[in-house]
């Protein structure tokens, strides 16, 4: 399912790196896709639990927290989303570049480890 983007959350602090896409929902009237990368005690975790959670607003999981972001694809105002349970399609052609451009930051500053893979063309 494709998923159209009405907005993006970009939120970094000295613990956390949280990326949102708020995106329509039938139910909900809007529900958000979050990648969220946990600084303050990833060192204390599991080597499978480390790394970016991707989660889905409405759609728990007993697994969540192996939820992990495996790779990003930006091409042409649009946007895939592999984790290791889920994909996700996302049109951000609402967003405006420099958005765009804020977001791949962050998901780098989310990748100092090289736990997935960023593609952009």
């Known amino acids: 399912m ?3 983007v009405q907005f993006i959350s970009l939120e970094e602090d000295e613990k956390d790196i949280l990326i949102a896409f708020v995106v329509p929902d039938k139910d909900i009237d809007v529900k958000s896709l979050i990648l969220h990368r946990t600084l303050f005690f990833e060192e204390l975790l599991d080597e499978e639990e480390k790394g970016v959670k991707v989660s889905l ?5 007993e697994q969540d927290y192996l939820n992990t972001l495996i790779k990003i ?7 895939k989303i592999l984790s290791k349970y889920c ?3 996302l049109d951000i ?9 804020d977001m791949i ?3 780098k500053k989310q990748n100092y480890d090289n736990r997935f893979t960023i593609e952009i063309t």
């Open 73 to 79: 694809e930006i091409y042409n105002k649009e946007m």
């Open 57 to 61: 607003e409405g759609q728990a999981s």
């Open 87 to 89: 994909e996700y399609d």
């Open 2 to 4: 494709r998923h159209e």
């Open 105 to 107: 930051k962050l998901l």
């Open 93 to 101: 052609s609402r967003i405006d570049d420099s958005d765009i451009n």
